[in-house]
């Protein structure tokens, strides 16, 4: 009975870890990316997840969230603009005429972190019976 309580608790633990991982690595760089290093360090060194999912975890779109999230919130673009004989000036505008140029980008950048995500979460396993992680020390 002690056995099953024990196992039940450190499964709840484990789930708890592996929703951390994918949260710190989808939401971890909007904290100066210690935060997605942090995920990614939690990814590596976790038995959850295959080598496949820990390589997919970190390569596709490194920092999450975060470059989308910049990316969609600063959609207009400002610069300084100076001549010689005029006042500096602030102009602002797209990067593109063409609105798809700069949707299209945007679209797959969020569309491949959340699948990266969505895939993390999806194939988290449990370590079989009797498994024992191999100790650093």
């Known amino acids: 009975m002690i056995h099953k309580q024990t196992t039940a ?3 709840q ?4 870890t592996d929703l951390a991982t994918v949260l710190l690595l989808q939401l971890g760089a909007l ?6 290093l942090f995920g990614v360090l939690l990814l590596w060194t976790s ?6 999912d ?3 975890g970190t390569v596709v779109i490194p920092g999450g969230l975060a470059l ?4 969609t919130s600063s959609f207009d673009r400002c610069t300084m603009a ?4 005029a006042l500096p000036a602030e102009q602002c505008g797209r990067l593109s005429d063409v609105p798809w140029l700069e949707t299209a ?4 950048l969020w569309a491949a972190s959340l699948a990266s995500a969505f895939w993390l979460i999806h194939t988290a396993r449990r370590p079989e019976e009797g498994y024992r992680r191999p100790s650093f020390a």
């Open 47 to 52: 038995d959850t997840w295959r080598l496949r």
């Open 54 to 56: 820990k390589v997919l």
């Open 82 to 85: 100076t001549s010689e004989h």
């Open 9 to 11: 608790a450190a499964g």
């Open 13 to 16: 633990r484990h789930a708890r």
């Open 68 to 71: 989308p999230i910049y990316l």
């Open 31 to 36: 904290f100066l990316a210690v935060g997605w």
């Open 105 to 108: 980008p945007l679209v797959l």
